[in-house]
């Protein structure tokens, strides 16, 4: 009966959560635009209208789900138990839809604004790291009624992560300006950023980056202020400095001929 519940529950939320996050695919690369381009209004009005038309569908779901949660597990089971625990089920758990938008909308943010590792982080908190231990534990004092609060539980939790991550991103926005060159002695570009000809067995025909020729030990600096945030060695990158400008803005130095910083 629970695992038939549960099922029913996951398909029914896809029909809410696949048109939040078809909306969300959408913002993603205008915020992205609008980011790069220093529209900070344009980016708080897009980011207010996408996350009114997500509200209003978590909304619309909730609604139907503490209303008619009956004639909902009518359409998976005709069992008078199955439709009464399911109902009860669906009651409990829609009582975290509408405080989900916030992780669905701030995980879209980071990831258009570059902080894709915070946005998997909010995914992970969402449907792995808190409702697993959260459905554990409520199950052991709560019984059944305990695994289905753990979905508004973990949706609570992971909306005051998301909503810390936002801010964090907000108050700290890149405010370097123009990037510097970064090799000094020589302008000389090898290879350009985007689609090129491998220039060596196994390398990729999409640069993601640009290649500067340049004396071994020629001087490298950062293109602009920020804090370093790895300089390792990578197979891939030789040695390599890694720079976070703020805001979401990295820079990456790679196949530098030795490290001088840490």
Same mark, same amino acid.
């Given at each position: ?18 048109? %939040? ?6 913002? &993603? ?12 209004? &344009? ?59 916030? =992780?669905?909308?701030? =995980?879209? %943010? ?18 792995? $790291?808190?409702? $697993?231990? $959260? ?34 991103? %907000? ?6 300006? #123009? ?23 196994? %390398?990729?025909?999409? *640069? ?5 020729? #340049?004396?071994?030990?020629? #001087? ?16 891939? #990158? ?16 790679? *196949? ?7």
């Amino acid at each position: 009966t629970y695992v038939l519940i549960l099922g029913a529950y996951y398909n029914l939320q896809a029909l809410l959560y696949l048109p %939040a996050n078809g909306i969300v695919q959408g913002m &993603r690369p205008i915020l992205s635009f609008n980011y790069g381009a220093g529209e900070k209004k &344009r980016m708080k009005q897009i980011l207010s209208v996408c996350t009114g038309l997500i509200f209003g569908i978590l909304t619309v779901g909730t609604a139907l789900f503490l209303l008619l949660p009956e004639p909902i597990m009518d359409m998976f089971s005709k069992d008078s138990v199955t439709i009464r625990e399911g109902a009860a089920a669906l009651r409990i758990i829609s009582l975290g839809f509408v405080v989900s938008g916030i =992780s669905v909308v701030t =995980s879209g %943010a980071l990831e258009a604004l570059g902080e894709g590792i915070s946005s998997f982080i909010i995914s992970l908190l969402r449907y792995l $790291v808190l409702i $697993v231990p $959260v459905a554990f534990i409520g199950s052991r004092m709560f019984g059944i009624t305990g695994v289905w609060g753990a979905f508004p539980v973990a949706e609570v939790l992971t909306a005051a992560k998301a909503a810390a991550e936002g801010k964090e991103v %907000a108050d700290n926005p890149y405010t370097g300006g #123009a990037f510097t060159w970064p090799c000094p002695s020589s302008t000389r570009v090898t290879s350009d950023y985007g689609t090129r000809v491998s220039p060596t067995s196994g %390398a990729s025909s999409n *640069h993601k980056g640009i290649d500067i020729g #340049a004396s071994a030990g020629a #001087a490298i600096v950062a293109a602009a202020n920020g804090t370093v945030k790895a300089a390792n060695y990578s197979s891939a #990158a030789g040695n390599y400095v890694m720079i976070d400008h703020g805001g979401g803005l990295y820079t990456v130095y790679m *196949h530098c001929s030795s490290l001088a910083v840490s």
